[in-house]
């Protein structure tokens, strides 16, 4: 009987796992895209860039904002065709109140992102802060969808509205 | 004898004549009292005089000096050139370290080659084999100090394999060396120094100066008489001047104040000029003054002053980092830098540090133990890393892009470091392309040889498309020779390499469907068009007219006649749009030769057009600098990436795609004929009578303009493809390596179809003949081959274009 039990209780354990695991690997791609993730592919000089903005994001993060723009800055020096860089530096700008720069920023993304194997998973960034940047400026019709665009590829990112800098580590 | 003696006497006194003789003659004693109270009076007075006199200019003069002394104290003491700093290198795993030229890196900065790797201090490498261990110093940035790494490189062939913390094994995703100096601003005097507060300088260099240029410093007023006494019997022995009396407030004195001459005058001046320092001043002040103004030696044209800046000179470290036997021998060169410089006169320069070290000994500032492993230190010295030259005309192109507050007073005096957007490599590549370049082709030339004093010259400037840096800029063969930057200052006839901008006016879809698409035809028949001057008919370079010609010919062999005619058909107003919304700033004409390049352009600007196709129709600003920063370490000026979005991403990769043509078939094709692979898009230009040669061409990340004529123009003989292409294949082949990064991105508005050639029309199953183009959406031929085929998805059709569709694009070429 105990044993029954025991057994029961792991396969139980086990079966959460794994739908935890399903979860997180065919849940919404907005929300499993991260830049540690990007950081493994690519060639020698994307992964080093997209190292860089790891370390920009902490610093980010931890609000040493000079820091972390000198870090977004090296790690375009270093590759000036990494999308995420321009990914990271438009989500600064949307985070300063810059939302003018931050869509330059997002074009550049837009241009960059076809050939990304993360591009899926970007997209719903890219309508989230896309959406920021025009409901600051006002255009709130033309932010809405963005914004709920955003809320469906990555809920749980975008569950307050906004994107931090440790969500896209 | 006698009495006729005294009438001589008497008479000569009578010729003499006068009152008082003739009173004293009368022997009065009272005359005599009034007579010598007189003359005291008299005396006195003229005493008086004097010494007022005296007085009035002796405290005049004081009160001169000591305003000079304390205009000068409290005032800007030092005049520090402002330095320009490189963009930082990052050292990464993967990084070409050959071609970064990693041990020449390392040696430019300073640091020195070690013959073991434990204990290995800061500011050394160790290379053995694959390994190579660098003890990275510290350094400031403008957003967080870089504190000094021992990392651990494992060389894998050409690249680096692995980057570890030597210390804790932990793998390093990306380590930066510290900036390389390009430059300063100088002013008159060509000084350079570092200025140091006394607190950071270290006890042993402080004892070991006061040991061999003052001992009595802090007990004596400025003046030291026990040691003036002391030089006088020296001299006085030597029959010559052999010593010096001077204390160290005398020595600043001197530097600061009055000339090398050697008078009583002088000498007086900088003795009351050393008695009011120190009335004003306390002793730490008058020694970091003197620490930083003393003179320490010669680097080419820059005069080394200093101690912060000797420690680098010398051992090419902080000088909060030396040893005592190091600011034993900074102290010993003081008397003489250039005599007893360690770098020319190793020997004497020993001599005199043992010197030092000996009289800190006896003075009792050192003990025993630490003279004897002083003295046992062999004299280390840093390589002279000679101030880079190459980078002038760049940092005359800084200076003007820096607000109009840092005028040449503020760069030459307030000490900044500007942290530049440069590549030290690429600028190095670039000066030695265009020397190497420019001696070729007046080797190859009779006609390009130098004319009196007129040389043929050249211009080349590398940006990064994607933020607008200037990398790399040449404005000249020779900055010693000619300051005038051709790169900025300079708007020759662009040629050629205006062009583009009229097909991607024809390319662009604004009101209505484009004027052309790449399969587009283009008639090269004879044109006359009338102008206020007269009928204008283009020519084309090889005098022959082709047909009908498609838009990729047309472009890729550069035929003017077809170019002229697309310049018609969308119209020069909207052609000169194209240009100024790239990045042309220059006044363009609105005459139909514009559509060929008759306008007057900087090399720079071409450059940030160019640039602007390159970046996927984001055009960015120029960029030469990220911080200014003050001795502080406060950022006082900062240039942020700035860019816009000018036009749409599917015209610039059509347009990006007919320069590859160029590049693959057409004018340029010597840059694949050189083995340069990779995606590479440019287009050549030549002006009228071959006087300026050009060549813009750009890949993923970076773009070159280079520029090749004669100030005063004249004929070069010959067209851009023979004369500026091999100029831009020569730098793209030392900074590349010939294998060029990347790829050209096809935005999801654009498609790609299978077309026939000639006629343009869509090659459906059955087409003979086909070949791939580029369209933007919805701009595709409606026409088919053959002709009975329905309209569908083209080639792509089927589950091919249905992915394409859903996924949009995303091919790389």
Redesign the interface.
Known sequence: MNTRVVRWVVQGILLLGLAAAGCATFGPPGDSFSIAAE?QYG???R??ST??L??GLKADESW?F??A???Y??A???D??NPWAYLCRARFEVAQGDPE?AL?YL??V???L??EPG?AGARAHLAGLRGTALAILGYTSRAEPLLAAAKRGAPRKWADGQLDASELQ | MGDRGVDFVAAARRKRGGRARRGFRQGAPAARRIRWRRRFRALAIGMLVLGFGLGFVAARTTLQLDRIVRHRFEGRLFRVASQVLSAPTILYPGLDWKQVDLRGTLLRLGYRQSSRADPLPVGRFYWEGRRVRLHRRAFEHPSRAEPSRDITMWLDGNVIGALRDAQTGRELGAVFLEPELVGAYYGPHHEQRDLVKVDDVPPYLIEAVLAVEDQRFLSHRGIDLRRIFGAFVANLRAGSITQGGSTLTQQLVKNFFLTPERSYKRKAQEALMALLVEAHYDKRAILEAYLNEIYLGQRGSTAIHGVGEAAKFYFGKDVRRLSLAESALIAAVIQSPNGLSPHREPERARKRRDLVLRLMKEQGRIDEVAYEEAVAEPLRVARIVPEPQEARYFLDALRRQLPDFYGTDTLTTEGLRIYSTLDLRLQRAATVAVREALARLEKQSKSLRPHGSERLQACLVALRPQTGEVLALVGGRDYAQSQFNRCTQAHRPAGSVFKPFVYIAGLEATQGPPVITLASELDDEPLEVATRAGPWRPRNFDRVFHGEVSVRTALEHSYNVATARLGQRVGIQRVVDVAHRLGIESPLPEVPSLAIGAADISPLELARAYATIANGGIRPRIRTFEDVVDPRGGTVERQPIRFKRVLDAGTAFLATSLLEGVVDRGTARAIRGAGIRGPVAGKTGTSDDLRDAWFAGFTPELVVVVWVGFDAPRSLGMASSGVAVPLWIRFMRAVTGGHVRGAFLRPGDVARVDIQPGTGALALAGCPERRPEYFLRGTEPEQTCPKWGGRSRGPRGGIEGWLEDLFGGGDER
């Open positions: 950081a060639d020698p000089a992964r080093a190292r860089l790891l370390r040493h000079r820091e723009v000198v870090l800055e090296r375009l020096q270093v000036p065709t720069r330059d074009d550049k837009e241009a960059l076809p050939s591009a």
